[in-house]
Every structure is written in structure tokens, then in C-alpha cells.
């Protein structure tokens, strides 16, 4: 199974920060990388795609990068519906497998 | 505007099967290549489950596979989950999802709970 890994598992920052959070797979997954915002009691929603590519309907304040084993996400002017619980996938291979997630709270 | 609901007992006995459908509305089931479920434990992380495609064809965890099966209904525009012989360990909440860039669109999730 390729294991995936997150840094940091939390983090708190303020409205209009830039924060990254990275994500790594235990072996190359090209670009078969999706990022995931969850919030208790909602839906999750699905920001990003092949590692960089923004689902429909996200804000461009979210952007993706990475390749192979190594990447992350970044929101650029962090807004107040932000704080969330991010997680990565990979899809590369089966099974399909999970990041442990980032918090990310109100500093 | 896709949407997808999941269904079924919120409580289920140990060694029980658990028993989850997911209706999908606005959209044809047919229309997307693969859908999904995907689980996360009270205070845990995500866990994939398993996967259907539109052939009917099916992709499981193989920590779960022995007790799971998934099917999807075409005439009722809905797929399901069944868990068999189940255990504490499988109280979470759990969720349906529609696969075609990645997991793109999720049901709110359904809180099971495995206790007698």
C-alpha cells in the first residue's frame, strides 16, 4: 500500500495568512494527488486534482503543486470559511489511501 | 446540481451486517465512471472502502475485502454497501462519493455505531 503523510498534522494562523501544507507518498504516484477540505457536519469538499488542478467551483486562493512523491497545498489569504481539516489522496494505485490530515484553527 | 445522500440504520449489533445506500440525484448514475464509499472512525482519518464502476465492477480495501460488497441500481439511481460481520471498530462515519476527477462530489456522511 503507498502510505501517505502530512506536515504539519496542525496548524493555527490568522485571516489572510498564506499557509502550505505538504504531503508525501511513500513511493511515486505522478500527479494521481487530490486534496479534500473537511468540516464537521458537512460534506467534504474536493479542492484540488491531479495535484494541481482546481475542482469546479474552488476559489483560486487554492492552489496545488507536486510531482512523484513531494506535494503541497497552499492557500493564499486564508478566509474565515478556511479553517477546516485538509487531507490528501493519492489515486495512483489501489488501494486508494488517505493523509492522516492537517488542522487548520484560528490562532 | 449533483447530490448524493446516504441511508440506512445509524445503529447496528456486533457480528451484524451493515447495510448503506446511496441515492444520487440530478446526475444519471450511469453517466460517471466510478463511485465510492469511504469511512473516518470518531476522531480518525480517512479510510477508502471500495469502489464500483459503471460496468458493475468492483475495487476493494483489501483490509475490508472479505466483508464487503458493493452493487449499485441503476433503475433506482442508487448503490449500496454492506459491511458483513461487523465490530466495534467499524463505528464511523461513512460516506458515499462520486469518483471521476478524484472523489468530486460527497453525501453529508452517516454515523453508524456497532453496540449491542
Known amino acids: 500500500d503507498i502510505q501517505m503523510t502530512q506536515s504539519p498534522s496542525s496548524l493555527s494562523a490568522s485571516v489572510g495568512d498564506r499557509i502550505i501544507i505538504t504531503c508525501r507518498a511513500s513511493q511515486a504516484i505522478g500527479t494521481w494527488l487530490a486534496w479534500y477540505q473537511l468540516k464537521p457536519g458537512k460534506a467534504p469538499k474536493a479542492l484540488i486534482f491531479a495535484a494541481s488542478r482546481l475542482q469546479t467551483g474552488v476559489p483560486g486562493r487554492f492552489s496545488g503543486s507536486g510531482f512523484g512523491t513531494d506535494f503541497t497545498l497552499t492557500i493564499a489569504g486564508l478566509q474565515p470559511e478556511d479553517f477546516a481539516t485538509y487531507f490528501c489522496q493519492q489515486y495512483g494505485d489501489y488501494p486508494l489511501t488517505f493523509g492522516p490530515g492537517t488542522k487548520v484553527d484560528v490562532k | 446540481q449533483v447530490q448524493l445522500q446516504e441511508s440506512g440504520p445509524g445503529l447496528v449489533k456486533p457480528s451484524e451486517t451493515l447495510s448503506l445506500t446511496c441515492n444520487v440525484s440530478?446526475?444519471?448514475?450511469?453517466?460517471?465512471?466510478?463511485w465510492g464509499w469511504i469511512r473516518q472512525p470518531p476522531g480518525k482519518g480517512l479510510e477508502w472502502i471500495g469502489n464500483?464502476?459503471?460496468?458493475?465492477?468492483?475495487h476493494y480495501n483489501p483490509s475490508l475485502k472479505s466483508r464487503v460488497t458493493i452493487s449499485v441500481d441503476t433503475s433506482k439511481n442508487h448503490f449500496s454497501l454492506k459491511l458483513a460481520s461487523v465490530t466495534a471498530a467499524d463505528t464511523a462515519v461513512y460516506f458515499c462519493?462520486?469518483?471521476?476527477?478524484?472523489?468530486?462530489?460527497w453525501g453529508l456522511g452517516t454515523m453508524v455505531t456497532v453496540s449491542s
Open positions: 440530478a446526475y444519471s448514475i450511469t453517466s460517471a465512471p466510478y
Open positions: 464500483i464502476y459503471e460496468d458493475g465492477n468492483t
Open positions: 462519493a462520486k469518483y471521476e476527477d478524484a472523489f468530486d462530489i
